[in-house]
């Protein structure tokens, strides 16, 4: 019923903390990329979610967003992690995108150790635990540096047009979660909630923008809670 999405420079067990907390009568997928562009990762979104809940963090948030609106009918509802619908300014998003090839070009260029050690001082995860960032650090090191460039250049935030005037028209049921020390996030959860129909936020408490890492069983309990109630809409949709 569940398809969990990782974000850049994750592995699909990314996800295992949260996946292994969900009640059994919601069986779940970690989906694993083997495509590094925008359109082959949704290709594999809709291969390996058609009919499930699209659970998406970060980049995977923004992939999950992005294959729904394509195709509503084909999943049954979204969750997102620290995620945002895009940067609605054009001057703000060029410049994104301007860093964001900047970053892709030092990327295919250096070594994966050299691409990981940059990764992890980011100040986005200044507030990780030593521990949380090297549980991290195989995953991340598994990746090539060509396949997470081509990512960047194709999927980046700054390539990315916004879809925020797309949201008004959704009609699928979605949660947006955000740790509460990540301000930008949470502004943005509280927007998706505010803009799409069918949406709520839920902001994490003492977590920053990896609240699944960082508060896996509450991440977990508020999927569980989002689950049953796609159920319940499931089951009434039915019976009318």
């Keep these: ?25 919601y069986p ?12 082959g990762r949704l290709r594999e979104i809709a291969t390996a979610g058609e009919g499930r809940v699209l659970v998406g963090y970060s980049l995977g948030g923004r992939l999950a967003l992005r294959a729904v609106l394509r195709e509503p009918g084909r999943y049954a509802g979204l969750v997102t992690l620290s995620t945002t619908a895009g ?6 998003r060029s410049a994104r995108a301007e860093a964001d090839e900047r970053l892709a070009a030092w990327i295919e260029a250096s070594p994966i150790q050299d691409v990981v050690s940059v990764w992890e001082r980011q100040p986005l995860f200044a507030d990780q635990s030593d521990a949380l ?11 090539d540096p060509a396949g997470l460039a081509l990512l960047l250049r ?19 049921p979605v949660l947006a979660i955000a740790g509460d020390r990540d301000d ?15 949406a709520r936020a839920a902001v994490v408490a003492e977590a920053g923008h990896a609240p699944q890492l960082q508060q896996p069983e509450e991440v977990a309990r508020l ?14 949709a039915g019976a009318g």
Aim: glycine share 10%; charged share 25%; proline share 5%.
């Design 28 to 39: 779940s997928a970690m989906l694993d990329h083997r495509r590094h562009s925008l359109e």
């Design 1 to 25: 019923m569940v398809l969990f999405i990782p974000g850049f420079m994750q592995r699909g067990d990314a996800w295992r903390a949260v996946a292994e907390l969900l009640p059994e009568r």
């Design 87 to 92: 940067i609605d300014e054009a001057l703000a």
């Design 184 to 198: 930008g996030y949470v502004r943005a959860a509280r927007r998706i909630a505010e803009t799409a129909p069918r």
């Design 223 to 236: 999927i569980a809670g989002f689950l049953d109630e796609v159920g319940g809409d499931a089951g009434r």
């Design 154 to 172: 194709t999927a980046g935030q700054g390539m990315l047009e916004p879809v925020w005037h797309e949201l008004l028209g959704l009609d699928v």
């Design 133 to 143: 960032v090297e549980a991290q650090r195989p995953g991340r090191l598994s990746h």
